[in-house]
């Protein structure tokens, strides 16, 4: 889908290239994360896919066309761009930010108003409580996945993301990761990710290219870059705990045990008693009446009388199954407990991740540490 041959950019002679001799293949559907550490030329990398720098030689081939026989602003507009900032017009809606580039294509204001509310839905959003909405009503989280969206909003086959999560919290970009992996099962985009943090390139990434000095120092999968690091730069790059760095490469819904037994939050406790001892379980879930997760039981919870709303324990965090086992760690730790419940988009659990299944995942990796 995209192909950069021997792409070199030189600001200034005297300071060398900012990206030298590049040469890089990424596939339809790939998520390639570039990193490295400030001034490597990642970034540099990505806006000249667009041509928002123009390259000093080379050829940037996008889904086989070269990059200069196209019409700038009309590559643009064909390729979804995502930023840190977010960028998004302070005096227009949501719904407005989002439909910036089908009204310049020229859709029909119908099909521009389903592609709207169609997109809110894939992030998370409620059409009928955001559409109006302007962006300073919504949180930075809200705000990045509208310009998740905007990026989306007419179809392009590619979008380009220069760090998108790096200014939100680390519970916020966690999720909203997350919720990206989600999204990306869905629409299968060809993606170029520019990031710092290597962490965020081993979960994001099908493909990684480290870079140093404007040159590509390592091409790979995850795995591959994790296992077999190229250079001493790569491996000082990962950094220490590569066992625990596997995790990000290993999602809830490919690991996780069956749920326990669910019991109502209206039901009373010895129902709950009941379930713990037809199951020979030590956990129930408590849910809500349209089976959400609300908390959960133990047999010593289960003992005492009278409802299960009155006994339960809160569980504050869960995940989803598109997070990652790192992120199942993360929240046991978050949470004291030695589990994280596993639920579907609409809150309802499916699964369990306990430090066994940790432990599973990591066992026989001791080595890499």
């Known amino acids: 889908m995209i192909k950069l041959e021997h792409v070199t950019k030189v600001y200034k002679k005297s300071e060398g290239p900012a990206v030298a001799d590049l040469n890089l293949h990424i596939?339809?559907?790939?998520?390639?994360?570039?990193?490295?550490?400030?001034?490597?030329?990642?970034?540099?990398?990505?806006?000249?896919?667009?041509?928002?720098?123009?390259?000093?030689s080379g050829t940037i081939?996008?889904?086989?066309?070269?990059?200069?026989?196209?019409?700038?602003?009309?590559?643009?507009?064909?390729?979804?761009?995502?930023?840190?900032?977010?960028g998004l017009f302070p005096h227009m809606t949501i719904a407005e930010n989002i439909a910036t580039v089908p009204l310049e294509k020229k859709w029909p204001r119908d099909k521009i108003r389903a592609r709207v509310d169609e997109l809110l839905q894939l992030v998370g959003l409620d059409p009928n409580i955001y559409r109006q909405r302007k962006p300073r009503d919504l949180s930075g989280g809200q705000r990045q996945r509208v310009g998740v969206a905007r990026a989306m909003a007419a179809d392009p086959p590619v979008l380009l993301m220069d760090e998108p999560f790096g200014a939100l919290d680390p519970i916020n970009r966690g999720k909203l990761q997350n919720e990206f992996l989600?999204?990306?099962?869905?629409?299968?985009?060809?993606?170029?990710?520019?990031?710092?943090?290597?962490d965020e390139a081993i979960k994001m990434g099908t493909k990684i290219a480290?870079?140093?000095?404007?040159?590509?120092?390592?091409?790979?999968?995850?795995?591959?870059?994790?296992?077999?690091?190229?250079?001493?730069?790569?491996?000082?790059?990962?950094?220490?705990?590569?066992?625990?760095?596997?995790?990000?490469?290993?999602?809830?819904?490919?690991?996780?045990?069956?749920?326990?037994?669910?019991?109502?939050?209206?039901?009373?406790?010895?129902?709950?008693?009941?379930?713990?001892?037809?199951?020979?379980?030590d956990l129930l879930f408590a849910v809500e009446k349209d089976g959400r997760l609300a908390g959960y039981l133990s047999p010593q919870n289960a003992r005492e009388?009278?409802?299960?709303?009155?006994?339960?324990?809160?569980?504050?965090?869960?995940?989803?199954?598109?997070?990652?086992?790192?992120?199942?760690?993360?929240?046991?730790?978050?949470?004291?407990k030695g589990f994280v419940c596993v639920v579907d988009e609409g809150g309802k659990p499916v699964?369990?991740?306990?430090?066994?299944?940790l432990m599973k995942a990591v066992g026989g990796n001791d080595n890499n540490s």
């Open 61 to 86: 081939f996008v889904d086989g066309q070269n990059i200069m026989d196209v019409n700038p602003i009309e590559l643009r507009r064909n390729i979804g761009y995502v930023i840190q900032e977010i």
């Open 305 to 336: 009388e009278g409802q299960v709303a009155d006994v339960m324990q809160e569980i504050p965090n869960s995940i989803t199954p598109d997070a990652t086992l790192n992120d199942a760690l993360s929240e046991m730790l978050a949470f004291g």
């Open 351 to 357: 699964g369990l991740v306990t430090l066994g299944t």
């Open 27 to 56: 596939g339809k559907g790939e998520v390639c994360v570039l990193v490295g550490p400030s001034g490597c030329g990642k970034t540099t990398t990505m806006k000249m896919i667009n041509r928002l720098i123009e390259p000093t």
């Open 182 to 198: 989600r999204i990306q099962k869905k629409i299968q985009k060809t993606i170029v990710f520019v990031t710092h943090d290597i």
């Open 210 to 281: 480290i870079m140093r000095q404007g040159k590509l120092v390592q091409y790979d999968t995850p795995e591959n870059i994790l296992n077999a690091p190229a250079s001493n730069f790569v491996i000082n790059l990962i950094g220490g705990n590569r066992t625990i760095k596997q995790l990000n490469l290993i999602r809830v819904g490919e690991m996780m045990k069956e749920a326990p037994p669910v019991v109502e939050l209206s039901a009373p406790t010895v129902k709950a008693r009941e379930l713990l001892a037809a199951r020979g379980k």
